[in-house]
């Protein structure tokens, strides 16, 4: 798997994403990402994976918008079908999980760590959806991920205002669970996924699986009814125009 690096940690695997452009998610990537985690789920040695990044300042940015700019309606449907699928496996997956944020984990990346049952945070990582600001809905699957995730009390700051938060405002919003130093990040992350995966392997995944069932379903039901509707914002001129100017952007960069 190009995108992805896979270490073993005794009974503990460490997945890392591990790309170009900072990580941002690609079709190589959520490739790699499907593919491994119906390997994980297969595998029957490991009791808990850490979700990480081979990036030193970076967790993910979010969707890989150089590669994706120029697709065309149906292209781009067919993408964002694929990552709701990566983000069912990933949501969906019966053992423990838990997401080492060492850097910014903005949009996609934000969303991908939201899979996680916890995440740990490098102080003054940036996390946040900042979706609606570009001009584009969440999409129906992240939303019931974030309904699930983050207090309700804290939806509107996070979905609707689409603000980044770091440190103590990120764990007050309920996208991290902890903070940790960033040379202590990763051990921190590590204790907190043992603690999970002491726990008797078949009932925390039958737990598991029954507390997140009912949002897995509903994510499946209504995310192709609901694309278009991602889609007529995505290539309507105003986002066209905020897209072309960050592509510029990261070109530039």
Same mark, same amino acid.
């Given at each position: 798997?190009?995108?992805? @690096?896979?270490?073993?940690?005794?009974?503990?695997?460490?997945?890392?994403?591990?790309?170009?452009?900072?990580?941002?998610?690609?079709?190589?990537?959520?490739?790699? %990402?499907?593919?491994?985690?119906? #390997?994980?789920?297969?595998?029957?040695?490991? @009791?808990?994976?850490?979700?990480?990044?081979?990036?030193?300042?970076?967790?993910?940015?979010? %969707?890989?918008?150089?590669?994706?700019?120029?697709?065309?309606? #149906?292209?781009? @449907?067919?993408?964002?079908? @694929?990552?709701?699928?990566?983000?069912?496996?990933?949501?969906?997956?019966?053992?423990?999980?838990?997401?080492?944020?060492?850097?910014?984990?903005?949009?996609?990346?934000?969303?991908?760590?939201?899979?996680?049952?916890?995440?740990?945070?490098?102080?003054?990582?940036?996390?946040?959806?900042?979706?609606?600001?570009?001009?584009?809905?969440?999409?129906?699957?992240?939303?019931?991920?974030?309904?699930?995730?983050?207090?309700?009390?804290? %939806?509107?700051?996070?979905?609707?205002?689409?603000?980044?938060?770091?440190? #103590?405002?990120?764990?007050?919003?309920?996208?991290?669970?902890?903070?940790?130093?960033?040379?202590?990040? #990763?051990?921190?992350?590590?204790?907190?996924?043992?603690?999970?995966?002491?726990?008797?392997?078949?009932?925390?995944?039958?737990?598991?699986?029954?507390?997140?069932?009912?949002?897995?379903?509903?994510?499946?039901?209504?995310?192709?009814?609901?694309?278009?509707?991602?889609?007529?914002?995505?290539?309507?001129?105003?986002?066209?125009?905020?897209?072309?100017?960050?592509?510029?952007? %990261?070109?530039?960069?």
């Amino acid at each position: 798997m190009s995108t992805i @690096r896979f270490e073993r940690e005794g009974a503990l695997g460490i997945l890392r994403l591990d790309k170009g452009r900072g990580n941002a998610i690609d079709d190589a990537l959520l490739e790699d %990402l499907a593919r491994w985690a119906v #390997e994980a789920a297969r595998d029957d040695q490991l @009791r808990g994976v850490l979700l990480a990044s081979a990036h030193p300042k970076l967790f993910c940015p979010g %969707l890989d918008l150089v590669s994706l700019v120029d697709r065309d309606r #149906e292209a781009m @449907r067919d993408f964002m079908g @694929r990552f709701a699928q990566v983000l069912w496996g990933l949501f969906g997956l019966l053992k423990p999980v838990v997401a080492s944020i060492n850097g910014h984990a903005v949009a996609g990346g934000c969303i991908l760590a939201l899979t996680a049952d916890s995440r740990v945070a490098a102080r003054g990582a940036q996390i946040g959806l900042n979706e609606v600001k570009i001009g584009v809905p969440l999409p129906w699957s992240v939303v019931m991920l974030l309904k699930s995730t983050v207090a309700p009390g804290a %939806l509107t700051e996070v979905a609707l205002l689409g603000r980044n938060f770091a440190d #103590e405002d990120a764990l007050r919003v309920g996208l991290v669970d902890a903070l940790a130093e960033r040379g202590t990040l #990763e051990q921190d992350a590590l204790a907190r996924l043992q603690e999970f995966a002491e726990k008797d392997q078949l009932a925390f995944g039958a737990t598991k699986g029954w507390m997140r069932s009912r949002t897995v379903a509903t994510m499946k039901a209504h995310e192709t009814e609901t694309a278009d509707v991602w889609l007529d914002a995505w290539f309507s001129a105003p986002t066209r125009e905020r897209l072309r100017h960050m592509v510029d952007s %990261l070109k530039e960069n």
